[in-house]
């Protein structure tokens, strides 16, 4: 995760979950996607801000570690505005809080959460099981052209 070999930094560690909500929730290929990186001493890129535009919502995505480490998602949408701390890696058993605003009104709603990694590997082991093998072949693709095009923006 600190080196450039091995393909470390935030946005190769964070874009697998950056493709795949955006794959999940936006529904569509983003039309623009605008970045900036931030990099440390050795090249590396330590801080990341992303801006996904769809056709009927814009996702922005502030991903950072290092000295902090932080990730933080929006979606905007034309009456609706959703943020989610911590979006991409919630300790288990913590509260994520998500606020939203609909119409100027702001809510806040704090929800505890589950072992999403531990979940979709039983998830995975249930479809082998089941002989669903190209289920996620598809996702994949998708999710991997998205995040090459993130990649050669930097």
């Keep these: 995760m600190t080196s450039n070999k091995t393909g470390g930094g935030i946005v190769n560690d964070t874009l697998p979950y950056v493709a795949a909500i955006a794959r999940i929730y936006c529904k569509s290929y983003p039309l623009k996607i605008d970045l900036i990186v931030k990099k440390n001493k050795n090249n590396l890129p330590i801080k990341c801000n992303l801006l996904l535009r769809f056709k009927n919502c814009t996702m922005s995505c502030y991903l950072a570690f290092g000295i ?3 990730n933080q998602l929006t979606f905007f949408s034309k009456n609706l505005k959703i943020k989610i701390n911590r979006a991409f890696s ?3 058993n913590t509260l994520m809080t998500v606020q939203y ?8 709603k704090k929800f505890v959460t589950n072992n999403s ?5 039983f998830e995975v082991v249930r479809n082998i099981k089941t002989k669903k093998f ?4 598809s996702s994949i693709l998708k999710d991997a052209k998205l995040k090459n095009k993130i ?4």
């Excluded at 605003?101 to 806040?108: D, G, L, Q």
């Design 117 to 121: 990694f531990k979940n979709f590997f």
């Design 151 to 154: 990649i050669k923006l930097i």
């Design 68 to 70: 902090e480490y932080d």
């Design 90 to 92: 919630v300790p288990v």
């Design 101 to 108: 605003y609909r119409f100027s009104t702001e809510y806040e």
């Design 134 to 137: 190209n289920i996620y072949h």
